[in-house]
């Protein structure tokens, strides 16, 4: 297995001049051997400016052109990359970088403003100027190569450190399960300081060729990432689910989207009648993915022939190098139906956490990682997801999975989105209350709703409460933020 190193050159010397990033954002791109040369000179100049083998440094860009150069500029000079969201506040930067303990930060001047003052910071063009260093610096697979932080759904979120082998076979399970090859045009929109934009199809297309056509999903204006598939002749996109919904608003069908190859979402729960809507939407093949920033990520995928009676599902096999088991708390195999967590084990796992051996040792178990994942086995083979372990809601005497509910939820015509989470109760300890996004125009009381879900669910799962919001909380990469919910609603 190769560093990361390794296959930027390989692709520099295979695909000189083939197109490797564009941003049409910027209205530039960069040929392989363009993104070489430029992120040896930004290397030359960290190395001039005292960053040394084994520094961290944070990466603090956006979806821009940048970002890769900036990415291997780190790895070339023999740092560790930290990508740090630039959507974050001042504060949140600074947590992550001081427990990174990041030597420098690499910025624009946009970015800069959110930057910790007392740590170095190189702009984008001062690092310009940098000539490429005598000597290519070559790490082990097993040295450093990032330090990802989690999306905090839980509120508390880690740095998970990965190697060089580690996000190689990230990549390389990428290229093989969603066949991109060289030349094609691969569509990064999600915040590639994210695992799955960065590792999966950021590096992905570093090791297959793939052309990366880098730009960012605007939520307030769904046809616009319509649009770019459709001028950039995409042939491979990944998005969270939230960004495929509200793609619908635009009606997919005004685009001419008959270049893409593969639609892929993952990153959060997406119910079988929201996949089944997407799909007829926008049409073509469609995969998703199950996986975890811990595992590279790797996990699941369900391949677009799959769909058929078992959309909503995680799917019957793991990806190509890893492993996937259901346990019970005496780490037993639970049967076909009963409920159980996902462990898995792959190549692509992370080393630990930084700087937490005790949550490290909670996940990482003789060589499995524990993902504090939920789901069932149906008699077919199929994962289907519950939810968090944490986020079970014990109600009277009862366990309630809330995705279980939420999809319950999302079944009736009025509800464009919806989560559930347990609200305190004086008597059953805790409650079953969902907060819905409705349709334009659409009303829906509580009655309406439990007498909806009467031969749907149990009565013991259905809403004690309803909220009505106009969007749920929810992080860059469209997970649920559901510790902000609970904390509303106490």
């Known amino acids: 297995m190769a560093t990361l190193i390794e296959l930027l050159e390989r692709s520099a010397r295979n695909f000189a001049n083939n197109e490797a990033i564009r941003s049409p954002m910027q209205e530039a791109s960069l040929t392989w051997r363009a993104l070489r040369e430029r992120s040896l000179g930004w290397a030359g100049a960290l190395a001039a400016a005292g960053v040394r083998p084994g ?272 346990l019970d708390d005496l780490g037993e195999e639970v049967a076909t139906g009963e409920p159980g967590e996902i462990v898995m084990r792959t190549p692509s796992a992370m080393r630990g956490y930084l700087n937490n051996p005790d949550a490290t040792a909670q996940v990482l178990r003789a060589g499995w990682i524990h993902t504090g994942d939920m789901a069932v086995r149906d008699a077919d083979g199929y994962y289907w997801m519950l939810d968090r372990k944490k986020d079970l809601i014990l109600s009277g005497g009862f366990n309630v999975y809330p995705r279980e509910v939420e999809d319950a939820i999302l079944t009736h015509p009025a509800v464009l989105d919806a989560a559930v989470v347990a609200a305190p109760h004086p008597e059953w300890g805790e409650t079953v209350a969902a907060v819905v996004v409705l349709k334009e125009g659409a009303n829906l009381t509580l009655d309406d709703l439990r007498a909806h879900l009467r031969p749907i669910l149990a009565s013991q799962k259905h809403p004690r409460r309803l909220e009505v919001a106009e969007a749920l909380p929810r992080n860059a990469t469209g997970k649920l933020l559901r510790h902000e919910l609970r904390r509303s609603l106490a």
């Open 55 to 326: 520094d961290r440094v944070g990466i603090l860009l956006g979806n821009t052109l940048e970002f890769p150069i900036a990415l291997f500029a780190v790895l070339y000079a023999g740092g560790v990359a930290v990508p740090v969201n630039a959507r974050l506040t001042q504060g949140e930067v600074q947590s992550i970088l001081d427990h990174a303990q990041a030597s420098a930060v690499i910025c624009s001047a946009e970015t800069g403003e959110i930057a910790p003052r007392q740590i170095p910071l190189f702009t984008t063009s001062q690092l310009e100027s940098g000539r490429p260093p005598a000597e290519i610096l070559r790490p082990a697979e097993t040295d450093d190569a990032q330090i990802l932080y989690t999306s905090g759904t839980t509120g508390d979120p880690k740095g998970v450190v990965m190697t060089h082998r580690a996000v190689c076979e990230t990549a390389t399970m990428a290229a093989y399960e969603f066949g991109m090859r060289a030349g094609e045009r691969v569509a990064v929109l999600m915040p590639v300081t994210h695992s799955a934009p960065l590792n999966l199809f950021l590096l992905g297309s570093v090791l297959s060729g793939s052309t990366v056509i880098i730009d960012s999903f605007n939520p307030r204006d769904p046809s616009a990432m319509l649009d770019l598939l459709a001028r950039e002749r995409a042939q491979y996109l990944f998005a969270a689910p939230v960004a495929y919904l509200l793609g619908l608003r635009a009606d997919p069908s005004r685009f001419d989207l008959s270049a893409m190859k593969l639609w892929i979402y993952g990153g959060a729960p997406m119910s079988a009648d929201q996949v089944t809507a997407v799909r007829m939407a926008y049409g073509g093949r469609w995969m998703g993915v199950y996986g975890l920033t811990e595992s590279g990520p790797n996990g699941m995928a369900l391949a677009d022939e799959d769909h058929a009676g078992h959309a909503g599902s995680l799917g019957w096999h793991p990806t190509v190098n890893t492993e996937m088991r259901l």
